[in-house]
């Protein structure tokens, strides 16, 4: 079961749910009810997860999103944005509230001057913006589709009963919606000129709700209106019209108590605008005047009361009068430049605003300056709470500010290690939420994989310029070194996996140079306590997966790679020495398919496998040892193949079941053990929409945490195996999961059709002209199943035909010693849709093979010499002899049956079968004559 959309909202916990109709009030004004349900404990325990896998907590925040404070008298909160979550936080007492519902990373959030609504809006494919409330997290009204692409800016009204969107498409659209009513539609909108350029900031007015400004980084758009209609003017403005740089605008915002709009700018300068005399229409407007504040740009431009406060590229926040003379400002924050600033909702008694706590401002008189608590984000993804009554400064969040593809979680402890190419190396404890260590190695050393030895003594970390690092997993320093700089760096690429042998002596890295590098620990030695061995390049396309196991009834730890070459690699680890890492095999386990992840399969059989997913959706298990294809199954279909294996600890099951973790492109997913290709024993829901770029169980399998790369962020999920039993239950028993693969299920047409096949291949393989009497039996040999799959439309090579052969001969070999050689139709059920492919073949793929085989003609034709095309059949991948060639080949052509011979007269092989290819083929084959006359689908004019 996959969720693309759910709503949930908790303390720490995720929620799944169909796609909904949302939850409309029938007026904004109208509160009592949603008071109510805030303190409703029935209704907030529902709200609680019951999913396989359920979002627990956020590492991380989108810096390039406001982070907003909704403080107030009651509490201390402050709202931002991970992936495709909004996450509301309690400074008080450390915890989230995770808002989810967005199948797209958000891409623009407000919240309404009493703190009481947030808009969360996203970009992308079935877009959405939803409007929650603050105290109950619950979903009060959903706005789907609002625009083509999604939004990209969105504001609301004081009163918050209006809210304003700009989308994500070209040209834009800026539309405004009431969200109070149950329409869908927006009261109005008006496509802007792609003139103005891409739109991204957007404003209303606090005094008039009819008008608004919005901006780029090089136009300004004024916009008023009324009945349904919007006007609007977007005055340009160049440095020439007041002989100064006028910059880049980053915010604008409606001075209080007139009619002039300021915006700010990335030289230092705030532009002026006014209402153009003599003119009807408030939004016709234009620039009278550039005020130079400061030399250091200006990236926020907001209002507090009477006042208007700056926020610039050094990390200063500055406030000023209506005339633009400084008040007061904070120039030690520490943060780094500021991208938002916002302030607590709370009335101020008169004992407040004249307590001598309260700073002065910086004019003559001196007079106490007063102001709201505020919060302020820095795009270095810092979050700090200014308290001005007490002057002092906290930091709520110090996050990642790069991409985050290192996670590695603590193989005894709750403890959770995470690594970003901003160089910061973070360990959490994940169970108490606090932060446990961090070091900083510079942004020169951007972490790309981390990785604890079994004891979780010590830490592994690979970075992108090649360089192995090998840490102290408590104080974060080099082993050996007190504050050091030890570090291997034999590598000339980046590092993509790390791995621990079981007993820590050895360590290996796989780089991008297609190198695995092993490493040796020297006991005793303080120094040098690891030594390099050396290095073995023996794939020749990027290594997909690296693991460490242990040999069958021994102690002695094996390594074994994996490679987008298709090859499996085992290393001499014992026996290998300083610059002599040594191999012991190398096997190519798939003819077409790419490998994409590898993991040793857990004890819930006898026999000790490999698990190996690959591109074409299948989880193949290979015999440790002889490398054999074992069992080929479906594996999960959740919009793009499995990435990542990790298999859980037993613990997390009841009476010891197993299970399976795994990322695809943007999801994580949960996989119920041993596999069977039973579709409902798996789950998986978005994890990041972008990207999900690495995963790691804990070391109980209670919790799994998933990477999303560039929108630097770890999520926490609690695993919920129960809920995962129950809905493969659901699903049926024995072979019914199965028959619903089957198009039609089991009374369709395809179903009946492998009956007769199944049953027809009886009477073959007792010869079908024979008088005798005839056996009956519900099992066919298995030398007639391949048969049965190709008259089925499932063609498998020879080699998938001996792995069809060997999954059901030496099935029970393991238990009894002997051999399987027939099935029953249930077993060639499980077999046909484990072995078929997931979306069959396609004329693409022949269009690609002539692509690559073929050249272009003028007409740009892809043509194949005939000659070109006899070789390739007979020498390249699975060969076919002369004999074979021209006995399919006549069959095709319609020359001789199949099982006939093309060969007339005593002439060779060889020469009736350059005489066949002649006279019905010609000298020089396009894709389409291929696929009509030789194939046989559609004419040769390309029906396909």
Known sequence: MSTENSFSAGEGEGHESPRASPVTPKSYYDTAAFDEMKNNDELNESLKG???????????????????????????????????????????????????????????????????????????????????????????????????????????????????????????????????????????????????????????????????????????????????????????????????????????????????????????????????????????????????????????????DSYIVTGDVVGHVKFLDLELRLLNWYNKLGGGPIISVSFSHEQMNESMSTSPKHPRSATLEGDPFVVNDFVFGTETANVGLYKTRENTNQFILKQHDAPIHAIAAHPKEAKICIGGYSGSLQLWDYEKKQLVISRSFGSKVMIQCLQFNPTGSLLAMGGTDGSVRILDARTLLEEGEDDGVAVFKHCHDCITHLTFSHDSKYLASADLDHCVTLFQAIPGNFKEPWLYLGKQRAHYKRISDITFGVALDSDVPRLLSLGEDRLMVEYDVINSGIDDVRLISSDRIEQSAVPTCLAWYPPVVKES?????????????????????????????????????????????????????????????????????????????????????????????????????????????????????????????????????????????????????????????????????????????????????????????????????????????????????????????????????????????????????????????????????????????????????????????????????????????????????KTHLPERISADMFLGKVLGFGAASGER
């Open 50 to 304: 019951n999913s396989a896998l359920n979002l627990v907590w956020s590492f991380g925040i989108n810096r390039n999103i406001p982070v907003h404070n909704i403080s107030d008298a009651n509490r201390q909160a402050v709202f931002y944005v991970t992936a495709h979550t909004g996450v509301l936080y309690d400074c008080i007492t450390n915890r989230q509230k995770l808002l989810q519902g967005h199948c797209n990373d958000l891409s623009c959030t407000c919240v309404s001057a009493n703190k009481r609504w947030l808009v969360t809006a996203d970009a992308g494919d079935d877009s959405m913006i939803i409007i929650w409330d603050s105290y109950s997290c619950i979903p009060v009204r959903t706005i789907f589709d609002p625009h083509p692409g999604g939004s990209i800016a969105v504001c609301m009204t004081a009163d918050a009963k209006y809210i304003a969107t700009l989308s994500s498409s070209s040209p834009q659209v800026m539309s405004i919606w009431d969200w109070t009513t149950e329409s869908n539609d927006p009261v109005c909108s008006l496509t802007l000129s792609e003139e103005y350029g891409i739109q991204n900031f957007i404003a209303f007015s606090s005094e008039d709700c009819q008008q608004l400004v919005s901006n780029g980084h090089e136009r300004v758009v004024f916009y008023f209106w009324d009945n349904e209609v919007i006007h609007h003017s977007a005055p340009p403005l160049t440095d020439e019209d007041f002989n100064k740089v006028v910059g880049l605008f980053s915010q604008s915002v409606f001075q209080p108590k007139s009619s002039k709009v300021l915006t700010g700018t990335s030289v230092g300068n705030i532009v002026v605008w006014d209402v153009v005399a003599g003119n009807d229409m408030p939004c016709n407007r234009k620039a009278f005047k550039i005020v130079r504040l400061q030399e250091k740009g200006i990236n926020v431009v907001t209002i507090v």
């Open 609 to 917: 496998f490999l698990v190996v997913a690959n591109d074409q959706f299948k989880l193949k298990l290979y015999n440790s040892t002889t490398k054999m294809c074992r069992k080929t199954l479906l594996g999960p279909t959740y919009g793009s193949p499995l990435r990542k294996l990790v298999m859980l600890p037993s613990e997390n099951g009841c009476g010891g079941q197993h299970y399976m973790g795994y990322i695809t492109e943007n999801k994580v997913g949960l996989q119920i053990l041993p596999l069977d290709g039973n579709p409902h024993k798996a789950m998986a829901l978005i994890a990041h929409p972008s990207h999900v770029s690495n995963v790691v169980s804990s070391y109980d399998g209670g919790y799994l945490f998933t990477a999303g790369g560039c929108d630097s962020c770890v999520v926490m999920w609690k695993v919920n195996s129960e809920s995962l039993e129950a809905s493969s239950q659901l699903g049926g028993e024995d072979l019914e999961p199965f028959y619903e693969l089957l198009e039609g299920g089991r009374d369709g047409e395809l179903f009946q059709e492998l009956e007769d096949y199944f049953y027809y291949a009886l009477l073959r393989s007792q010869n079908v002209d024979t008088m005798e009497k005839r056996e009956t039996s519900t099992r066919i040999p298995l030398s007639q199943v391949p048969f049965v799959m190709r008259a089925l439309g499932y063609y498998p090579t020879e080699q998938e035909v001996d792995d069809l052969i060997n999954e059901v001969k030496y099935s029970e070999y393991v238990d009894t010693g002997k051999y399987v050689q027939d099935v029953d139709l249930g077993e060639f059920i499980r077999l046909y849709v484990n072995h078929r492919p997931v979306f069959g073949l396609s004329s693409a793929d022949l269009d690609d093979a002539f692509t690559r085989l073929g050249r272009k003609n003028k007409d740009g034709t892809v043509m194949i010499q005939r000659d070109a095309f006899l070789s390739v059949l007979q020498n390249k991948g699975e060969h076919m002899t002369e004999g074979e060639l021209s006995e399919l080949l006549s069959t095709l052509l319609g020359i001789a049956d199949l099982g006939g011979s093309a060969e007339v007269g005593g002439v060779s092989q060889k020469e009736n079968l350059i005489s066949l290819l």
